[in-house]
C-alpha cells in the first residue's frame, strides 16, 4: 500500500493558531505530538472507527479518544441520548433521575460498589477517592506505584505514567516537596518491597492505589496472585485499597478488574467509558465509606457539573447498549482476532515486539520478548523504536497513540478487517523502519 500523499495544510494552519491560544497548541500534553514529532491533525469529525481531519484525511482509529468511545464514534444510542437530554436543559445543578439511574447502573455492575459519586474527570475521581480514604482512615500516607497514572492530583504526580512517562519526567514542576512527600512510590510486581514498606509506615498508611491492569507506561499485566496480595497486606494494616479502573472499568468485564479477579477493593475510580465520551468521573465504595462523603459525613467533595444530566444520559446509554449487546463476549472476541491477526506479523519486525493484551486493551511492548509487569522492564529504547513507527502507520491511515507508553483500544464499530489492514499497515511500517 503506498504511503498517503496526506495532505495537512488546514491542520497546520489550525495548530499554529492552536499554538499562540494554547500552551503547546493543546489541552492535554500528550496530544502534541512531543513524543512522535511532528504536527497533531486537527480532527473535524468521527464515526465508527475512523476519524477524519480538517483536510479529509481518514483515519482507522485504535485510540478511541484514550478509551472512552467503547461503542465507537458518534455512536447513533448516544448521540440520540444526548440530544434528548440536551434538549431538556444542558444542566441542573440538582438532582436528575439520568444521575441516579447511571449510579444505579454502577453499583449493578461493579461488585465492590454500594454507593457511587460522580466527578467530571478520572483526576477528579482519584484525587476524591484519595482525600476519602484519608479521612476514613485518618492517616496521610498514599502508595503509589511507579508507571500507574491517577490524573494529574498534585500528590499523585510522582513517579506517574502516561504523558509523564512519555515525556520522561519522575514527576511534575509546580508540586511541593510536602505534597510528594506523602507518596510512597514502589516498583510494580515487588511485594517484597511492599512488605517492607508496610513493615516500617504500616500505620502512617492511608490507602495503596493502582491500576489493577497498569495501561500507562505500556500494558503492564499483573502476575497471578498479585491483586490478592496487594488486598491481604492492605487489610492486615489497615490501610484501604483503591482500584483505580479509569481504563479497565466496564471495559475488561461490567465489573472491570474487580469482577475478573474476584480482588474487593475498598473504593474504586472511574472515568472514560462511563461517560461515553463526555466528561464524567466516578469513585464508589461500601455505603459505610462512601457516607463519611458531605453532606453526610465530614470529608468534603463537590463539583458544579458532577451528575451533569447530558454526560448522564451518554454514560447511561454506553452501559444499557454494552449490557443489552453482550458487548464483552464480543469485545473480547475482536481483542483476539486482533491477537492473532498481529502475532505472525510481529515476527517481522526489525526487533523483537512482543504484544500485551486484556479483553480489548492491546500494546506493542518493543525491543523485548516478553512483556514487561513493571515499568522499570520497559525497554529504555521504546520511545525512539516507536517515533518512526507510529508515523509510518498515520501516513497511511491508521492512528495509534502518539506515545510508545499508551495502549490501543478496540471499540464495538471494529471489524477483523481493520486488523487486516493493521497487520498489512505494520508490515509495510517495518520494511521503512530505520532499524532495518
Ligand atoms: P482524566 O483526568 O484524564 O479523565 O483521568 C485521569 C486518569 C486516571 N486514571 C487512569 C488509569 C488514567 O488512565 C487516566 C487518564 N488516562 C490518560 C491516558 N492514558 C488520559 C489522556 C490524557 O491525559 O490526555
Known amino acids: 500500500m503506498a504511503v498517503k500523499n496526506i495532505v495537512h495544510d488546514e491542520s497546520e494552519q489550525i495548530f499554529s493558531r492552536a499554538c ?81 439511574a447511571l449510579a444505579e447502573k454502577v453499583i449493578d455492575f461493579y461488585p465492590a460498589a454500594e454507593q457511587v459519586r460522580f466527578v467530571s474527570s478520572g483526576t477528579e475521581a482519584t484525587m476524591s477517592a484519595i482525600r476519602l480514604a484519608r479521612g476514613v482512615t485518618g492517616r496521610d500516607l498514599i502508595v503509589k506505584f511507579s508507571g500507574c497514572y491517577h490524573g494529574h492530583a498534585d500528590h499523585l504526580l510522582v513517579a506517574a505514567g502516561s504523558g509523564l512517562a512519555t515525556f520522561g519526567q519522575p514527576s511534575s514542576a509546580g508540586v511541593p ?5 506523602l507518596t510512597r512510590v514502589l516498583p510494580l510486581d515487588d511485594l517484597p518491597r511492599l512488605e517492607a514498606l508496610f513493615a516500617e509506615e504500616g500505620a502512617r498508611i492511608a490507602a495503596v492505589i493502582i491500576e489493577p491492569v497498569p495501561a500507562n507506561n505500556g500494558l503492564l499485566l499483573p502476575r497471578e496472585g498479585y491483586l490478592e496480595a496487594l488486598r491481604r497486606i492492605t487489610e492486615e494494616h489497615g490501610a484501604l485499597l483503591i482500584f483505580d479502573e479509569v481504563i479497565s472499568g466496564f471495559r475488561v468485564a461490567p465489573g472491570g478488574l474487580c469482577e475478573l479477579s474476584g480482588v474487593m477493593p475498598d473504593l474504586a475510580t472511574f472515568g472514560k467509558v462511563i461517560g461515553g465520551g463526555l466528561p464524567v468521573g466516578a469513585f464508589g465504595g461500601s455505603r459505610e465509606i ?24 451518554a454514560g447511561l446509554a454506553v452501559l444499557t447498549h454494552l449490557q443489552h449487546e453482550d458487548a464483552w463476549r464480543r469485545l473480547d472476541e475482536l481483542g483476539a482476532a486482533l491477537e492473532e491477526r498481529l502475532l505472525p506479523v510481529l515476527k517481522n519486525a526489525p526487533f523483537p515486539v512482543a504484544l500485551a493484551r486484556i479483553g480489548s486493551i492491546f500494546w506493542m511492548a ?62 509495510a511500517a517495518w520494511a521503512e523502519h530505520p532499524a532495518r
Not at 512522535?36 to 469529525?45: E, K, L, M, S
Not at 516537596?177 to 512527600?181: D, H, K, L
Not at 462523603?293 to 451528575?307: K, R
Open 20 to 100: 499562540r491560544a494554547l500552551p503547546g497548541g493543546v489541552s492535554s500534553p500528550v496530544r502534541a505530538f512531543r513524543a512522535v514529532g511532528g504536527t497533531p491533525p486537527v480532527i473535524a469529525r468521527a464515526a465508527g472507527a475512523e476519524i477524519e481531519d480538517v483536510d479529509g484525511n481518514r483515519y482507522l482509529d485504535f485510540v478511541c479518544s484514550w478509551g472512552p468511545l467503547i461503542l465507537g464514534h458518534a455512536h447513533q444510542a448516544v448521540v440520540e441520548a444526548v440530544t434528548r437530554a440536551v434538549r431538556r436543559g444542558s444542566s441542573f445543578g440538582a438532582p436528575c433521575e439520568d444521575e441516579v
Open 177 to 181: 516537596e510536602a505534597f510528594a512527600g
Open 290 to 313: 462512601m457516607r463519611q462523603l458531605a453532606p453526610e459525613g465530614d470529608v468534603y467533595q463537590a463539583g458544579t457539573l458532577s451528575g451533569n444530566p447530558v454526560a448522564m444520559a
Open 366 to 427: 518493543l525491543n523485548t520478548n516478553d512483556p514487561p509487569r513493571a515499568a522499570e522492564a520497559v525497554a529504555p529504547d521504546a520511545g525512539d523504536l516507536y517515533r518512526p513507527l507510529f508515523h509510518s502507520l498515520l501516513n497511511r491511515g491508521v492512528n495509534l497513540a502518539p506515545s510508545a507508553f499508551e495502549v490501543g483500544f478496540i471499540s464495538l464499530a471494529h471489524r477483523e478487517e481493520h486488523f487486516d489492514r493493521l497487520a498489512e499497515t505494520l508490515d
